[in-house]
């Protein structure tokens, strides 16, 4: 089992910033990526940006240049900095360990945490 505490969401202007935090606990060896989804009103969850446990970045063409995903192995932390946000940006932020174990791949979710960018 892998447990995911996210924090770092809030309420920003449009051009501002925020930072997202990611810590996971639990069977953390078996981590093989983490990543960042988001989920709109209405619309479906979308990838944001992952990072694989060799430090392989990916980000949805929209955010790249926007958003820097990294990790902290010490800490067992991942985080987006997100810049320049704007109101399309507004979503529910998921963080996702994906875990192989048993030559299965399983997906592990947070709570989410609120973004909202206002006008």
């Known amino acids: 089992q892998v447990q995911l505490v996210e924090s770092g969401g809030g309420l920003v202007q449009a051009g501002g910033s925020l930072r997202l935090s990611c810590a996971a606990s639990g069977s953390i060896f078996s981590i093989i990526a983490m990543g960042w989804y988001r989920q709109a009103p209405g619309k479906q969850r979308e990838l944001v940006a992952a990072i694989t446990k060799a430090g392989t970045t990916n980000y949805a063409h929209s955010e790249k240049g926007r958003f820097t995903i990294s990790r902290d192995n010490a800490k067992n932390t991942v985080y987006l900095e997100m810049n320049n946000l704007k109101p399309e940006d507004t979503a529910v932020y998921y963080c996702?360990?994906?875990?192989?174990?048993?030559?299965?791949?399983?997906?592990?979710w947070g709570q989410g945490t609120q973004v909202t960018v206002s006008s």
């Open positions: 996702n360990a994906r875990v192989l174990r048993s030559q299965n791949v399983y997906d592990y």
